[in-house]
C-alpha cells in the first residue's frame, strides 16, 4: 500500500469501519495531513518516527486505549484524539513539540493534565471540553490555552525529582526472591 501512496499529501478515511492502521501510512514520505476518525481503530502501529511532513492527524472517536510510547512527529501541528475513555493525555503527545492545536475533548476519565504538557511553546488551542473530572490544573486556570501551558510549565519548573524505588517481589516459596533481594544489597550468599 505505501509503494502507491507515495505522492499522497492528504489521505481522509474517516467513518470507514477501518479497525486497522498499517505502519505505511505513519511514514509516507508526503503525507501531511491524515484523518482517520469515526472509525474502529483499536491500536496505532508503534511506528518510531512518523513522517517529517506530517502536520495534522485526526484520530478522534475510534477505539484506542492508548498512543504509541515512543512515536517522533517533529512537526506535527495540529493533533484531535478527541472522544475516548484515556485516563491520561499519552506521553507521546508531550513529545510532539510544535503542535499549536491539541484537541483532547470528551475524555472524561482523564482526571490531570502532564505537567510535560507545559513545554509545548506553540500551543495556541487546547481543547478540553468534556473533561468533566479535571482537577489539575484547576478549572480557573483552564479558560485560555495560554493559562494552562503557562500554569503546567511552572508546575514541571517547580518539581523535583525523586531517587527512590520501592521493589516487591510476588511469588512462591523457593523460587529466589530473597536471593534476588539479597544480590541487590551487595549481600554475599551461597548459592
Same mark, same amino acid.
Given at each position: 500500500?505505501?509503494? %502507491?501512496?507515495?505522492?499522497?499529501?492528504?489521505?481522509?478515511?474517516?467513518?470507514?469501519?477501518?479497525?486497522?492502521?498499517?505502519?505505511?501510512?505513519?511514514? +509516507?514520505?508526503?503525507?501531511?495531513? +491524515?484523518?482517520?476518525?469515526?472509525?474502529?481503530?483499536?491500536?496505532?502501529?508503534?511506528?518510531?518516527?512518523?513522517?517529517?511532513?506530517?502536520?495534522?492527524?485526526?484520530?478522534?472517536?475510534?477505539?484506542?486505549?492508548?498512543?504509541? %510510547?515512543?512515536?517522533?512527529?517533529?512537526?506535527?501541528?495540529?493533533?484531535?484524539?478527541?472522544?475516548?475513555?484515556?485516563?491520561?493525555?499519552?506521553?507521546?503527545?508531550?513529545?510532539?513539540?510544535? +503542535?499549536?492545536?491539541?484537541?483532547?475533548?470528551?475524555?472524561?476519565?482523564?482526571?490531570?493534565?502532564? =505537567?510535560?504538557?507545559?513545554?509545548?511553546?506553540? +500551543?495556541?488551542?487546547?481543547?478540553?471540553?468534556?473533561?468533566?473530572?479535571?482537577?489539575?490544573?484547576?478549572?480557573?486556570?483552564?479558560? =485560555?490555552? =495560554?493559562?494552562?501551558?503557562?500554569?503546567?510549565?511552572?508546575?514541571?519548573?517547580?518539581?523535583?525529582? %525523586?531517587?527512590?524505588?520501592?521493589?516487591?517481589?510476588?511469588?512462591?516459596?523457593?523460587?529466589?526472591?530473597? =536471593?534476588?533481594?539479597?544480590?541487590?544489597?551487595?549481600?554475599?550468599?551461597?548459592?
Amino acid at each position: 500500500m505505501g509503494s %502507491y501512496l507515495k505522492q499522497c499529501t492528504k489521505l481522509d478515511l474517516q467513518q470507514n469501519k477501518v479497525n486497522e492502521i498499517p505502519h505505511c501510512l505513519l511514514e +509516507l514520505p508526503s503525507i501531511s495531513e +491524515l484523518n482517520l476518525s469515526h472509525n474502529e481503530i483499536v491500536e496505532i502501529p508503534d511506528v518510531p518516527e512518523w513522517s517529517e511532513i506530517f502536520l495534522k492527524l485526526d484520530l478522534s472517536f475510534n477505539q484506542l486505549k492508548s498512543l504509541p %510510547y515512543s512515536a517522533v512527529a517533529v512537526n506535527l501541528k495540529s493533533m484531535n484524539i478527541s472522544g475516548y475513555q484515556f485516563h491520561t493525555v499519552p506521553q507521546c503527545v508531550c513529545s510532539f513539540v510544535s +503542535l499549536t492545536t491539541l484537541n483532547i475533548a470528551n475524555n472524561s476519565k482523564i482526571c490531570m493534565l502532564p =505537567t510535560e504538557l507545559g513545554r509545548q511553546r506553540y +500551543l495556541t488551542n487546547l481543547n478540553l471540553d468534556g473533561l468533566d473530572n479535571l482537577k489539575e490544573p484547576p478549572k480557573s486556570v483552564c479558560k =485560555t490555552t =495560554t493559562d494552562c501551558v503557562h500554569y503546567l510549565y511552572n508546575q514541571l519548573q517547580n518539581s523535583h525529582g %525523586y531517587f527512590h524505588m520501592k521493589l516487591i517481589l510476588v511469588g512462591k516459596q523457593a523460587v529466589g526472591k530473597s =536471593t534476588i533481594v539479597a544480590r541487590l544489597r551487595d549481600h554475599d550468599i551461597n548459592n
